[in-house]
């Protein structure tokens, strides 16, 4: 089963930009679709981006045209450029391969 570690959250103000990274180790990468989710305080779990082995991507709406999904299976890594924030965004992010995720990284967007 393949671990993931998110890394790139932080704080930020609206309108600025992060990007989000998530470094695979210890299974397979290349043949698997990521996604990244986002938890707000209080709310569910929700899909933010996916991106399949083959390069094919979708967005929530919510982020559509804000956000971009990438991957490297070279460095079995995935990313997520956030641009335009709003404070809405602030979240704990989450990447995800099938059933494996990673602890999180927090996304704070000031007003």
């Given at each position: 089963?393949?671990?993931?570690?998110?890394?790139?959250?932080?704080?930020?103000?609206?309108?600025?930009?992060?990007?989000?990274?998530?470094?695979?180790?210890?299974?397979?990468?290349?043949?698997y679709t990521m996604?990244?989710?986002?938890?707000?305080?209080?709310?569910?779990?929700?899909?933010?981006?996916?991106?399949?082995?083959?390069?094919?991507?979708?967005?929530?709406?919510?982020?559509?045209?804000?956000?971009?999904?990438?991957?490297?299976?070279?460095?079995?890594?995935?990313?997520?450029?956030?641009?335009?924030?709003?404070?809405?965004?602030?979240?704990?992010?989450?990447?995800?391969?099938?059933?494996?995720?990673?602890?999180?990284?927090?996304?704070?967007?000031?007003?």
């Amino acid at each position: 089963q393949v671990q993931l570690v998110e890394s790139g959250g932080g704080l930020v103000q609206a309108g600025g930009s992060l990007r989000l990274s998530c470094a695979a180790s210890g299974g397979i990468f290349s043949g698997y679709t990521m996604r990244w989710y986002r938890q707000a305080p209080g709310k569910q779990r929700e899909l933010v981006a996916l991106i399949t082995s083959g390069g094919s991507t979708s967005y929530a709406d919510s982020v559509k045209g804000r956000f971009t999904i990438s991957r490297d299976d070279a460095k079995k890594t995935v990313y997520l450029q956030m641009n335009s924030l709003k404070p809405e965004d602030t979240a704990v992010y989450y990447c995800n391969q099938w059933s494996s995720w990673g602890q999180g990284t927090q996304v704070t967007v000031s007003s």
